[in-house]
């Protein structure tokens, strides 16, 4: 999925926006996936949520700057990657803490 034209749409920082959004599905699919369908607990799930998310974000862009020509290794993408995890975290934290027993 190609989103420069956001940019040019003037919404300021757009490409990081999306990787936050992107790894808030991602950690939370990984999260239902663990707790459903191999039936793990609430926190390991949390936990095996996270550490899978950011360590892929990490080997993904890592694969970018050195398999590709036109694409480059960028540090904040790792980190709206890493942001977008943790908002999930935290909301699924406060959700099984405080919401759902």
């Not at 757009?14 to 991602?26: C, N």
């Amino acid at each position: 999925m190609r989103i420069e034209g956001l940019n040019e749409a003037g919404i300021p920082f757009a490409d990081k926006i999306f990787h936050v959004l992107s790894y808030v599905v991602l950690s939370f699919l990984w999260y239902i996936t663990l707790r459903n369908k191999f039936k793990l607990s609430k926190s390991k799930s949390l936990i095996y949520a996270i550490i899978i998310s950011i360590v892929f974000g990490i080997i993904i862009e890592v694969l970018q700057g050195t398999l590709t020509a036109y694409r480059s290794a960028d540090i904040y993408d790792v980190s709206a990657n890493s942001l977008g995890v943790m908002l999930t975290a935290v909301v699924i934290g406060i959700k099984n803490k405080y919401l759902l027993k």
